[in-house]
């Protein structure tokens, strides 16, 4: 599955962004699609997922500032994340990616999502 990702940039504290994947033909009833990061020096973590069921999870420090979607046609099928209130720890590079079972998605752990978009940087200034 080919992901990519867009809507990265530059933003000052305080401000908002709004990132894109669009994963082509990814129609599957079973699946777990998700948002990460990884800052330099850093373990990429989880942001935020969604299941097939709409069931959302999120991690501690982006419960309440972002929130995951995702829209969904017979051709393909685009995640978004919403992101308000940065922070300048929230300057990362931020993967979107796919895993084949719902239930991955309330783990939020990078090693059990199948694919990955090439990443799109987000830089928050203070």
């Known amino acids: 599955v080919q992901l990519v990702e867009t809507g990265g940039g530059s933003v000052q504290a305080g401000g908002s962004l709004r990132l894109s994947c669009v994963a082509p033909?990814?129609?599957?009833?079973?699946?777990?699609m998700g948002w990460f990061r990884q800052a330099p020096g850093h373990e990429r973590q989880g942001v935020a997922s969604?299941?097939?069921?709409?069931?959302?999870?999120?991690s501690d420090s982006a419960r309440g500032r972002f929130i995951i979607s995702q829209d969904k046609d017979n051709a393909e099928s685009t995640l978004y994340l919403q992101m308000n209130s940065l922070k300048p720890e929230d300057t990362a590079m931020y993967y979107c990616?796919?895993?084949?079972?719902?239930?991955?998605?309330?783990?939020?752990?990078?090693?059990?999502?199948?694919?990955w978009g090439q990443g799109t940087q987000v830089t928050v200034s203070s």
């Open positions: 990616a796919s895993g084949r079972t719902s239930m991955i998605c309330r783990t939020l752990q990078a090693g059990l999502f199948a694919d």
């Open positions: 033909g990814y129609t599957r009833y079973e699946y777990c």
């Open positions: 969604i299941d097939a069921y709409g069931t959302t999870y999120y």
